[in-house]
T-cell receptor
Framework: RKEVEQDPGPFNVPEGATVAFNCTYS??????FFWYRQDCRKEPKLLMS???SGNEDGRFTAQLNRASQYISLLIRDSKLSDSATYLC?????????????????FGQGTILTVHP | GAVVSQHPSRVICKSGTSVKIECRSL??????MFWYRQFPKQSLMLMAT?????????EQGVEKDKFLINHASLTLSTLTVTSAHPEDSSFYIC??????????????FGDGTRLSIL
């Protein structure tokens, strides 16, 4: 089983649509959670961190359910510029040995295409 | 904001060549840098974690003698792909973290290096 699993899509939606992405992770000791976006042949860029209480940044809302080990991202009023691959990213709990510090585990990404 | 610079952005070379990729943090001191690899239509996979002044920690299945990592200063880490072969062709991306031991801080990614071995 993959450590971080996402529906690869692709999702094709019209401008203005609301779209939701889901992600599950297998390591219950995971500590930090993020959504990144990656444009074609580019580096990933942080979209937002995900907090247990849920958080919103403009048109983007992220939710975390630790009991279910489930993360979601909701995009409202989709724009053409939202077309990208959205990566669910999980970081394990830091440990005294230091080998897990800051390690990120990426899901395979969900492809979103917003069309006119 | 923080900027991480990666060089070169594109490399095309013959099989058997060794290729060095540089990752620099431009406006902060990076105690930890990470090297990832991404094959087409796949996700980023962590290759190794590099801490300034100490040996890199490699992920399972990554050959440390094949992928040499040096992190001699707080602003520079290098990845050398030794005797590269076509199967090493990939997108290599570094990221840098300001903090050691704090996993909830986002990392800053370089632009990536697209390596093609003929």
């Amino acid at each position: 089983r993959k450590e971080v699993e996402q529906d690869p899509g692709p999702f094709n939606v019209p401008e203005g649509a609301t779209v939701a992405f889901n992600c599950t992770y297998s390591n219950s000791a995971s500590q930090s959670f993020f959504w990144y976006r990656q444009d074609c042949r580019k580096e990933p860029k942080l979209l937002m961190s995900v907090y247990s209480s849920g958080n919103e940044d403009g048109r983007f809302t992220a939710q975390l359910n630790r009991a279910s080990q489930y993360i979601s991202l909701l995009i409202r009023d989709s724009k053409l510029s939202d077309s990208a691959t959205y990566l669910c990213v999980v970081s394990p709990r830091s440990n005294a040995g230091g080998t897990s510090y800051g390690k990120l585990t990426f899901g395979q990404g969900t492809i979103l295409t917003v069309h006119p | 904001g923080a900027v991480v610079s990666q060089h070169p952005s594109r490399v095309i070379c013959k099989s058997g060549t060794s290729v060095k990729i540089e990752c620099r943090s431009l406006d902060f001191q990076a105690t930890t840098m990470f090297w990832y690899r991404q094959f087409p239509k796949q996700s980023l996979m962590l290759m190794a974690t590099s801490n300034e002044g100490s040996k890199a920690t490699y992920e399972q299945g990554v050959e440390k003698d094949k992928f040499l990592i040096n992190h001699a200063s707080l602003t520079l880490s290098t990845l050398t792909v030794t005797s590269a072969h076509p199967e090493d062709s990939s997108f290599y991306i570094c990221s840098a973290s300001r903090y050691r031991g704090i996993s909830n801080q986002p990392q800053h990614f370089g632009d990536g290096t697209r390596l093609s071995i003929l």
